[in-house]
Every structure is written in C-alpha cells, then in structure tokens.
C-alpha cells in the first residue's frame, strides 16, 4: 500500500528544512495544501513560528521535490514495498510511533505494513556478544513470539540478528529496523535474513529513510528512536559501556516506554551497559515472565525447558560435516549443500545457540572442540 499522502510527505522530507519540517507539517490544513500552496502561502506558513522564520522555500523548489517524490513512489512500487505517512493516522501509521517527539515523516516498508499496529517488544545488544548473549537473545526473542508480541530489532551483529533469527523459529513476526535504506540492506550478508522477514508472512523491513540511502553514524541513532518508538519496551541483552544499544534504552525512557535488561558478570565489559541499566531503575530480567509482567494484557507463560534438545537434524549435521571439511562461510556452504541461505542461516544459528558451533568472523564458523 502507498499513502495517498506519500507525494506530499516525501517531498516535504526532500527540502532542506532540518527541523522545521515537524512544525510545517503540523501547520498545513492538509496535506495536499503543501502540493499546491503559492508562493504566498508558502511564505506565510514558514513565518508563523519561530522555528520556520527566516527560512524559505520557493514554489519551483517544492514542484522539484514532488517530482522527485512522484519517482520515488514508483521505484517503491517495482520493489512492491508499502510507504506509510504521519498524515495517514492510526489506521496506518503506528500510534505508538505518532506519540513519540518528531515521528518519521513516513515509514518505508517491504513485507507486512501491518505488523507495525501490534503490540511489539524491542530486543537489542552488542555487535559482539557473547554466546550466552546470543542464546539468550534467541530463546526470549522466540518466547516473547510465542506470547504474541512482535520482536522488533535493528538488523545488526550479534544480539539483533540472534533476536531476529530466534523469533522467526519459533514461528513468530519480527520488525528490521535499518539505519539505511530498504533497498540497501546494512550490513549486506544480513540480506537473506531480511527477505526472510519480509516474506515470513507477517515480518516486515522498515526504513525511514529515502531510497539509495547508504548508513552513516548519524542514521543509527534515528533508526534506535524507531526501534523504540515502535514498542511497548526494550530489552537490552548485553551493552558494553557506550553501545548503541544504550542510546536505544535512552530514547524509551524518553518516550515513557519500559526498559529491561539482563544482568551479567561485573568482570565482563559486554554487561557494563546493562548492569548500569539496572542500577539505574531498568527491570532486571531473568525470565520471559519477567518482561510480560510488566506488559499490560500479556499473562506469564509456563517456564521453558532449561536446555534445548540437542539432537541434531540431518541438515545440521551435513553443516558440520562441511565446516570440518574447511567450508566455513555461508556461501560455501550453500553451494556444498545445495540449500538457501535463510536455511543455512537457520541451521547454523541454532548449532551456535547450543555451543556446537563458535563464530570466527561475521562469516566465518568453527567446530567446538568438545563436539
């Protein structure tokens, strides 16, 4: 679905207004006034508060813009992704989202648009985690599914992917929040990951920014507001002293959403972060009862087994078979198995999870000595 509003909402995003947009949206009686206002009005809504005075945008700067919106729209609509607006309301546009300060203008999305107006729970941490933080990461992620929220993370290394990964195996729906464009997955391996989350049946990849949009360290911090923005809280797995991950739980408090943490050893530089949360007033999590408590209609679930079952699939030992064979990356291993990349992906995420298999690199893997 594209927003009947979406010309109007790119192109006012396209001008170099900074901050100011927020105010002129606010002001317009609608949008399609910002389509077709003269020269006059336009002047007169850019001089009615004190963030607009002094700026000034021509008529044939604003028909330039919309052009190039007009363009854009149809690039979403060969890519078959939807474009949601701030004008469009709750209907479409996530309440929870509107509510936060400054909101994205509009949501690009590929998959389910629809996903974003359920009740969703964010789960972030390290780059570089631990494999205690990646098992952790996976089994919430997958139980937090299986009580009916949608997990929604950043697309990221480590804790992102694991909450991505663990959701999709237990069946659930999973929000990618990039800090690029939807047609510009970041990082780039995680690419089959995200077609499997928009083509999971109820998953979705959403950006906030153009298309052809490249990540940059000022897109990151935006994307972790969205990420937040989103949902009912936050659930910081492992955050090293100045993670991202912390800015994430920032923005929720921010936003008057619920921040959870898992606590960790205070020798380990992946649990600064986290055990800073927690001295500071974030709930300590040591269950997923612990997070659905504090979740308004959402019960307590039976305790999980402790220990996942460690038998392994066919498919899992032929991907131990290669990797002792010297196939260690996820192309070759494809090609050795003649299988998709989400299923190897699959595989090996949970060979890691049980402690079979360790990480060398972003995509490089190892047999545990003790298998």
Request: with cysteine; charged share 20%.
């Amino acid at each position: 679905m594209i927003s009947p509003f979406g010309r109007a909402a790119l192109a006012l995003d396209l001008l170099p207004l900074g901050v100011c947009k927020w105010d002129l949206a606010a002001l317009l009686e609608s949008p399609e006034e910002w389509e077709t206002a003269s020269q006059e009005r336009l002047d007169q809504l850019l001089s009615q508060l004190p963030s607009t005075r002094g700026k000034h945008v021509a008529v044939p700067e604003r028909d330039s813009a919309l052009e190039k919106a007009e363009k854009e729209i149809a690039e979403l609509t060969t890519l078959g992704a939807s474009l949601v607006t701030i004008f469009d309301g709750s209907e479409a546009y996530p309440h929870r989202l509107s509510e936060c300060y400054r909101p994205p203008l509009f949501l690009q999305i590929l998959g389910d648009a629809g996903v974003l107006l359920r009740d969703c729970i964010a789960v972030v941490g390290s780059r570089k985690p631990t494999p205690e933080g990646v098992r952790v990461a996976s089994d919430l992620a997958g139980q937090l599914a299986e009580a009916g929220l949608v997990v929604v993370s950043g697309l990221a290394y480590g804790i992102d992917k694991a909450a991505h990964v663990g959701c999709l195996d237990a069946g659930g729906q999973t929000i990618a929040v990039l800090g690029s464009s939807i047609d510009e997955i970041y990082p780039s391996i995680h690419g089959p990951i995200a077609r499997t989350i928009a083509g999971s049946g109820g998953g979705a990849v959403v950006s906030e920014f153009h298309l052809h949009t490249q990540p940059t360290i000022y897109t990151f911090p935006q994307r972790n507001r969205v990420i937040s923005g989103l949902s009912l809280g936050v659930l910081v797995v492992e955050a090293a002293k100045e993670s991202g991950s912390l800015l994430t739980a920032n923005f929720a408090l921010e936003q008057n959403r619920e921040v959870f943490a898992i606590p960790g050893s205070i020798y380990a530089p992946q649990h600064v972060g986290t055990n800073a949360l927690i001295k500071a007033g974030a709930k300590l999590v040591q269950s997923v009862n612990d997070v659905l408590d504090e979740l308004p209609g959402f019960k307590a679930v039976d305790a999980p087994d402790e220990r996942p079952s460690m038998a392994l699939s066919q498919q899992e030992q032929s991907i131990i078979g290669c990797i002792q064979t010297g196939c260690t990356s996820v192309d070759l291993l494809c090609e050795r198995l003649t299988c998709t990349a989400p299923q190897v992906l699959r595989a090996l995420t949970s060979l890691e999870l049980r402690g079979l298999l360790i990480r060398r690199g972003p995509d490089s893997f190892a047999i545990v000595q003790s298998l």
